[in-house]
């Protein structure tokens, strides 16, 4: 029996992945019957059916599943050998371009983007901050980055900076004329600082406690779209705001702030860069993620104070 080749591999990868003979062929530069046809020959060559094909949908089989488990990391390692033998890593340059929201840009430009800079001063870093959830592939970016939740599961994410903890928060002289809650539903007798999302939508509350999950529609007469004009504001004494902790930090250091329902509000998996996998890896990205994860490393071994 003829052995597939690396071409009938990589074909195979990015149509199961895409689940799309036309997308596939889109991103490998190549006639969507050249991709069809190289996919039924990877099949005769093994003798499995490694895709379901409909008029309308293309999704892997079981086997063809179990292939492109086994296959992605040994793809994704084979760019690195190349890219290694290559030397790309002492000519790094060009453009790189993230897409991320502005609490994560900050993240950023605090640690991470001075020292790639110091490091690499032939990348000019594109950093666009953006709410909405995008296709970063399809608006042009080299990556993004978000919550580990939103991260898109056909992505590569690499963690970093730790779990993150979104902390309900209030002024004390608030709290001294209204009362603190004691369960997230004595928050529907308050007046909080509301969060509108890029969508459009209001945010709801989202709480847990011993398994127990809870999304709460907070009323209240404010309503904004951005996490420091929120703390500012509960700072204020306007009401109860829902921020990440990171944001709230200094105000509550300084006892202007409070937290509430501390208890409800468990740590998650935080933000994580994301790329897409089933392409060639530029260069400029590489080294990011590489300095990305020494400095995430260094702090995670800073002694805390």
């Not at 929201?101 to 990348?123: K, W, Y």
């Not at 953006?130 to 919550?147: C, E, K, P, Q, T």
């Not at 500012?232 to 306007?238: C, I, N, T, V």
């Not at 509550?252 to 060639?280: E, F, I, M, N, S």
Request: proline share 7%.
């Amino acid at each position: 029996m003829p052995k597939p080749d690396l071409s009938d591999l990589t074909a195979f990868a990015a149509v199961a992945r895409h689940r799309s003979f036309r997308l596939a062929a889109e991103n490998l530069g190549v006639s969507r019957s050249s991709l069809s046809h190289t996919v039924i020959g990877l099949e005769c060559k093994l003798g499995l059916r490694l895709l379901h094909r409909t008029t309308r949908s293309v999704s892997p089989t079981e086997v063809g599943n179990a292939l492109l488990r086994r296959l992605t990391p040994l793809l994704l390692e084979l760019d690195e050998v190349l890219d290694a033998v290559k030397g790309e890593a002492d000519t790094v340059g060009g453009t790189l371009r993230i897409n991320c929201g502005p609490a994560a840009a900050e993240a950023l430009l605090r640690a991470a983007v001075p020292a790639f800079i110091e490091s690499f001063p032939n990348v000019e870093i594109d950093l666009v901050t953006d709410g909405r959830l995008i296709d970063i592939v399809a608006a042009g970016f080299d990556a993004g980055i978000r919550l580990r939740e939103a991260v898109p599961q056909d992505m590569v994410a690499v963690p970093f900076g730790g779990d993150v903890r979104f902390l309900a928060v209030a002024a004390p002289t608030y709290l001294d004329r209204h009362g603190t809650p004691l369960v997230p539903d004595d928050l529907r007798r308050h007046a909080c600082v509301r969060h509108r999302l890029p969508s459009g939508k209001l945010y709801r509350w989202e709480f847990e406690k011993h398994g127990q999950e809870l999304a709460v529609e907070v009323p209240g007469p404010l309503t904004l779209d951005n996490n420091r004009l929120m703390v500012s504001a509960a700072a204020d004494g306007l009401g109860i705001a829902f921020v990440p902790e990171a944001v709230a930090e200094v105000d509550l250091a300084a006892g202007r702030l409070v937290t509430v329902l501390a208890d409800w509000c468990p740590a998650y998996p935080g933000l994580c860069l994301y790329y897409p996998g089933h392409r060639h890896v530029p260069s400029a990205l590489r080294a990011f993620i590489d300095v990305l994860k020494r400095h995430d490393g260094a702090n995670a071994a800073r002694p805390r104070t």
